[in-house]
């Protein structure tokens, strides 16, 4: 009887990460064996998953793209389709597509350390099971819960009349012309739906119950046309991705180093837009420092000129209950509303929920700590692909697999079987991973790994550091270790 099929690699999620990484390998290790499972029907991750109104990326296509395949399209802040579009045309370019297992979830991991393998149990939608050894596993599932967001009740909400609708689990061909419409929320999504929805629906309000700093940035990045003008494409879509890269970063520092400053820039910003339509205060004025949590940003100033005229509006408020036909409000006012939706944010999940073990025991990834943001200690031969908190999530994801390809070539050079990053006896000082104050943050952090606070467990939120780390960084550092054992099946060599 022939033995088992050995991976190289299993990479769990089929969106922007997993198709990127399993591209990395093609570029970097094209000897490597992969199996790509994607427990939802089709590719895409969060751009397939969400369906409703306007949904688009809240960061520029500049940088959110592949740099080995960079966006060239005019257009940056885009829609879910596009982006979508693009992951699944890179897929297909680089023969990634054929590759992607749908509808087939890992449920469990658990390593071997004799072995040096992985074995990954998926469950497929017919139901049957099916186990696959690997050398190496990457997780692209972000981490984000994709069966749920946070969705609170309400009291009254079985009196209410309307429909209540969760942006994650929109109704096809839903139909809302006319209607008057409250999006309770006040995050991206929400500062993406009330646009979106205000030139069809009767009226929109965003019910929030505090304020988020919104910025607008142009759709179309001004300098599109000048620089294709002057520069080869390619070379183009390098200086826009670096430019995009730049004001980004230098945007998060001026807004950490001089909040008071950064704060007026924003209200100025919003304050032309809505002149005395809006208020500023209390609609516009967060009580935390920018960038304690998650700066929401707008295309075109489309939220603020559906507020100037009239059809959408803000209301700062906590709901008391849910009436027949509307929201009553603790300060006395009254919504009325024909449809609410509850824009209410979204739930962390770290690696999807799976199981882990190692040797036989159970591994609690609270009980871990981060290893330059993409691996954890005692979870050998394992990279979790997770973005930045402040900037485009591929600028990170994109770094890492292509560190993880250099430390493969590492291994090749020593003869080891098993890399791991490892404290040693005494363990750094924890903190949280990510450090944002957002509520979803804050109620789930407690179930992912820590961080500490210096390198190489610290979980840089920069990207410039993290690419002088990762491109002239040492690579067998010291915390990376790097072992044989006497029983694995040796690594396919990469082709030359």
Known sequence: MDEPRVEDVVIIGAGLSGVGAACRLRIHQPGMTFRIFEARERLGGTWDLFRYPGVRSDSDMFTLGYPFRPWSMPKSLTDAASIKGYIEDTAREYGVLEKIEYKSRVVELSFNSDE??????????????ERVQSRFVMSCCGYYDYEGGHAPSFDGEDSFAGDILQPQFWPENFDYAGKKVVVIGSGATAVTLVPAMAGTAGHVTMLQRSPTYIASLPAVDPWFNTVHKLFPSMVARKILRLKRMSLGTLGYQLARRYPEWFKKQLEKGIKEQLGDKVPLDPHFKPTYQPWDQRLCLVPDNDLFIDLKEGRASVVTDEI????ENGLELKSGEFLEADVVVKATGLKLLPIGGMDVFVDGETIKLSQTFNYKGFMFSHLPNFAVLMGYTNASWTLKTDLACRYFCKLLDVMKEKGADIMVPDYGSTPPEAEPLLDLKSGYVERSIHM??????ERPWRNHQNYMLDYMDMKFGKLDDGVMQFRKRTNAVPMLEAAE
Not at 320 to 323: D, E, G, L, M
Not at 448 to 453: A, D, I
């Open 320 to 323: 008391a209950r849910f009436t």
């Open 448 to 453: 992912f790994p820590n961080q500490g606070s």
């Open 116 to 129: 040096a393998l992985w074995t990954a149990k998926i469950q497929h939608a017919d139901g049957s099971v």
